[in-house]
């Protein structure tokens, strides 16, 4: 077989069957960019130690420029003959620098020790990628609190009514688990910062190569200290995929918030026309496609990490094929975030939020009621007490469908003597809200005290 890797020992080519089932460059070609970065490291380490003079590592240098060159020009593309990047890569460069020059760049290395390199350089750019999107969503979702930033709406526990929270609070609150995912994004760099290039097949090389110097060539902090390690263990990867999905169920339930927020029954926001879609039956219909992708992609998500898992589980020392399944997953992930988050943070930042709607429901459902236990606190009725007592005041005021509010000074002192008239004055949602004003609490000046250290935080990473 002309172009392939390995042959000598071998009396033919592989089979047709085989060839279709190890093939893997309409995966893995969008790695020849950092195939290419690691061959000029390669190259000057193979100078370095005294097997390339210096005519030959201008040759070489030269030669995979001009590689590159055809690659990003799309004049050189992967043959069917090519089993992987690296393997084509090879081809290219003894096509441009004969074999003679060419065939001596694969001198202590193993595409083993390569691939474990190239996956860590590209998700090191994705993962630059990815956090930049999710600052803007973060953006947009603050943007969204401070635009908002009094009013207020029905806080939910059970999906029930449960005390009133100012929206930005909320909105914030989405702000969060997306903050923690960035901070993920940047303690994945530090341990992905490890170059395996150096490793070899799996024991070292012996070549005398300075793993240092590819590593500093390739934008990494350190060799990776254990050959057999840094050939066979694919975490890296797998951490990245978690992260990934991780943003994705952080996603779905923002998704489907909206989603529930944009029906008839809570009318609270109206999504904006270039951010949803129509009906081809249904000529009234706008629907919140963008919202359910997203939940439906989590699903995705959260399937490429547990398959990427299940390949790596039980899998012994050092290199085995089984590893390069891991690169269509977390390809995957990457791709469906780098389309999704544009389209996401662009729904999030034209929703219209309807705020009255939201403060007409706020107090629906007695939400106050833990406003009167607490101001009974405040009047030194034990809580056990106050809960019961406000316990007897809902009932009463549902039983004559009535709010909290509306209960009369007689029946409120027929109750308990200690409820007095003056228990009306947390009987507002805008009073509730205020009264909140412990740390992390959804009193506004908490509220933005909130998203100043947000930003702050965002501003850390
Ligand atoms: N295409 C392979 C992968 O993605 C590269 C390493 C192949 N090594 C080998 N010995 N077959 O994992």
């Not at 702000?175 to 530090?190: A, G, M, S, Y």
């Not at 975030?337 to 219209?352: D, Q, R, S, W, Y």
Request: hydrophobic share 45%.
């Amino acid at each position: 077989e002309a172009g392939a890797l390995w042959g000598g020992r071998f009396a033919g080519g592989p089979s047709p069957e085989l060839a279709r089932l190890s093939r893997s460059t309409h995966f893995d070609w969008q790695l020849a960019g950092y195939d290419l970065a690691g061959s000029r490291a390669h190259a000057r380490a193979l100078h370095r130690a005294g097997y390339l003079d210096d005519g030959e590592l201008d040759g070489m240098i030269a030669a995979i420029d001009e590689l590159q060159r055809r690659v990003d020009a799309g004049e050189f593309l992967p043959a069917a003959s090519d089993e992987d990047v690296h393997s084509a890569l090879e081809r290219g460069l003894i096509e441009i620098a004969g074999s003679e020059l060419g065939g001596k760049l694969r001198a202590g290395r193993s595409r083993n020790d390569q691939i474990a390199t190239l996956i860590r350089m590209l998700l090191r750019d994705h993962s630059a990628e990815l956090a930049r999107l999710l600052v803007d969503l973060i953006d947009a979702l603050a943007a969204q609190a401070e635009a908002n930033s009094t009013a207020i709406m029905p806080g939910r526990t059970h999906l029930q009514h449960a005390q009133p929270v100012l929206l930005a609070h909320h909105l914030l609150a989405h702000c969060w688990p997306l903050v923690r995912d960035l901070e993920r994004l940047d303690d994945w760099r530090r341990r992905a910062d490890a170059s395996p290039y150096g490793s070899g097949a799996l024991a070292g090389n012996t070549l005398g190569l300075d793993a240092k110097l590819i590593a500093d060539e390739l934008g990494f902090a350190a060799v990776a200290p254990n050959s057999i390690d840094a050939t066979a263990a694919r975490d890296i990867v797998a951490e990245f995929a978690f992260v990934t999905a991780q943003v994705g169920i952080d996603l779905s339930r923002i998704a489907e918030e909206i989603i529930l927020w944009n029906t008839r029954e809570f009318g609270f926001v109206t999504l904006d026309d270039g951010y949803s879609t129509g009906s081809s039956i249904m000529p009234q219909k706008k629907n919140p496609d963008i919202a359910e992708l997203a939940r439906g992609k989590a699903g995705r998500l959260i399937g490429n990490l547990a398959g990427l898992l299940t390949t790596l589980k039980g899998l012994p020392l050092a290199y085995n094929r089984d590893l390069q399944e891991d690169k269509e997953p977390v390809f995957d992930s990457i791709e469906t975030l780098e389309i999704l988050l544009p389209a996401f943070t662009g729904m999030v930042a034209t929703l219209h939020f309807h705020t009255d709607r939201m403060r007409e429901l706020a107090p629906e459902g007695y939400s106050l009621a833990t406003d009167v236990a607490e101001w009974l606190v405040k009047q030194h009725v034990p809580f056990r007490d106050a809960h019961e007592i406000t316990g007897l005041l809902v009932s009463f005021a549902e039983s004559r469908g009535i709010g909290l509010e509306e209960v009369d000074d007689d029946a409120l002192a027929r109750i308990s003597p200690h409820l007095t008239p003056a228990v009306r004055e947390v009987l507002t949602v805008e009073g509730s809200v205020a009264s909140r004003d412990g740390i992390a609490g959804t009193a506004p000046a908490r509220v933005a005290e909130q998203r100043a250290l947000l930003a702050d935080r965002v501003r850390q990473v």
